[in-house]
């Protein structure tokens, strides 16, 4: 009994963290930010605006891009104000690659690519315009791929010998799809392939991939989306803390500087990126461990979220249709 004990509890982790050491890849690096070129997307406000303040607070030469000029003066202006440094700005639509090669192109060679930029209607998608549902995938997503093509030649070609990254914003509802979020969800899921598969592609080049996850975050846009907000979304995200975007900002720059392919803001998201792992890249040897022995118990948590939000849905059907037989 206690031979079966010792093994179960002692020899059996051991075991498996001996084989994960050598098994995960790629292998774990630093993306040092100070005195590197980091272009932010989506840098006039909120999250992105955050970003920049904390990239240049850390010695970085900062580039930021947004639609409106209006809105990236005032962000250099607020930047410079607090951090004495001043950062170079882009406006340019995302969905135009044309638009966003020349804003590339005369920003010079990107060390850190942060794609940040996005769009959200919380609506059904019933109830949702198709040219609301385009304007979600081609800001979000198609956006998101202009970019990364228009930098990848420079940054593959650079000549600075250090570790480059791309990171990607996406969202926990790139993790989980929650009613009310069909586009948004469907642009945001969609970011997460072309992470995993990019990250093969741009390996040789030490370039390397994160899929930053942040949970509602106090924006400009978050008060904007609860205005539209089935009643059941807000129902099920109640469930769910926001955070600042200061605080998205730093745990965003800790995983960008640390190589992670998968950057959690919170304790929710660490649970949602352990249970939703699947095939995605580890570079921790010990996360890989939390993710194996975490994986089944994770997912009777991820079914009883369901139950809730199921239950939730059910209920809140069955009080309308009782309201519209007794009108």
Known sequence: MADAFFFLFFLLPLLLLAVLYFLVKPRPVKIPIKNRHVFITGGSSGIGLALAHRAAAEGARVSILARSLGKLEEARNAIRLATGIEVAVFAADVRDFEAV?????????????LLNHGVFVALELEKMELSEVKFTMDVNLMGTLNLIKAALPAMKNRKDPLPASIALVSSQAG???IYGYVAYSASKFGLRGLAEALQQEVIADNIHVSLIFPPDTDTPGLA???????EITKIIASSSGSMKAEEVAQKALDGIKSGSFIVSCNLEGIALSLATAGLSPQRSFLMAFVEV???GILRIVALGMH????????????QRKGSTRSS
């Open 101 to 113: 090669k020349r804003a590339v192109d005369e920003a010079g060679p990107i060390d850190v690519l």
């Open 175 to 177: 993790q989980v799809g």
């Open 224 to 230: 904007e989306e609860n205005r539209r907000k089935p």
């Open 293 to 295: 022995v975490a994986a």
């Open 307 to 318: 139950w809730s939000w199921y239950g939730s849905i059910e209920k809140y059907h069955s």
